[in-house]
Each structure stands twice: as structure tokens, then as C-alpha cells.
Nanobody, 118 residues
Framework: QVQLAESGGGLVQPGGSLRLSCVFY????????MYWHRQAPGQARELVAT???????NYADSVKGRFTISRDNANSLVYLQINSLKPEDTAVYYC????????????WGQGTQVTVSS
């Protein structure tokens, strides 16, 4: 069984930065593709960043150039560095792990709130 725990959210002013962390509890972290999603109030959850076990990344157009996803396979961690924050980045940010060998198996964290406001 896999559990994910996000942290690092908070209240930040526009233009500020945050680094979100997600700890993967379980076996074979490197066997999972890792994702960051976000969900703003009243909106559907959206995918913002993806990282493969080998470190290949992909981003939603809305966050390209401002968000950076990374992972530490040795310590089962995934990060989301968020720069130049905008009010529209306000959302709950969720980490998700998807098993490479069976894409129907995936796990969600509980989320961490990011609020961008002056």
C-alpha cells in the first residue's frame, strides 16, 4: 500500500515562491510516475506537472516557466517549486503516484492549500 503526504503550502503574496513536497510511503518509489494536480474552489481538478522515474517532465501550459517538478528517488520525495505566484494559482495541490506497470493503480495525497493573496 502507498501513502502520500504533501506539505509546504501556505499564504503567499503575488510574485512569491513556494516549494511543495510530497513524501511517498511504500515500496518501489521508482516504479511510479509522479504527478502534481491542483483544484481551485468550484473548479475541476487539473494536472499541472508530471515526472517519470527517469526524470522526464511535462507541464500544463498555464504553469510552464514558473513551476518545476523534481524527484529524489533515493528518499522517495517529489517536489513542486512554484515561482512568480499569481492569485489564480490559489488551489489545493495534490500529489499522485501512478504505477508504471499498471496505470489503473494510483494513489492520492490529502492535498496542501496554496493561497496567493496580497
Amino acid at each position: 500500500q502507498v501513502q502520500l503526504a504533501e506539505s509546504g503550502g501556505g499564504l503567499v503574496q503575488p510574485g512569491g515562491s513556494l516549494r511543495l513536497s510530497c513524501v511517498f510511503y511504500g515500496r518501489s518509489f521508482s516504479s511510479y510516475v509522479m504527478y502534481w494536480h491542483r483544484q481551485a474552489p468550484g473548479q475541476a481538478r487539473e494536472l499541472v506537472a508530471t515526472i517519470t522515474s527517469g526524470g522526464s517532465t511535462n507541464y500544463a501550459d498555464s504553469v510552464k516557466g514558473r513551476f518545476t517538478i523534481s524527484r529524489d528517488n533515493a528518499n522517495s520525495l517529489v517536489y513542486l517549486q512554484i515561482n512568480s505566484l499569481k492569485p489564480e494559482d490559489t488551489a489545493v495541490y495534490y500529489c499522485r503516484a501512478e504505477e508504471i506497470s499498471n496505470r489503473d493503480i494510483y494513489y492520492w495525497g490529502q492535498g496542501t492549500q496554496v493561497t496567493v493573496s496580497s
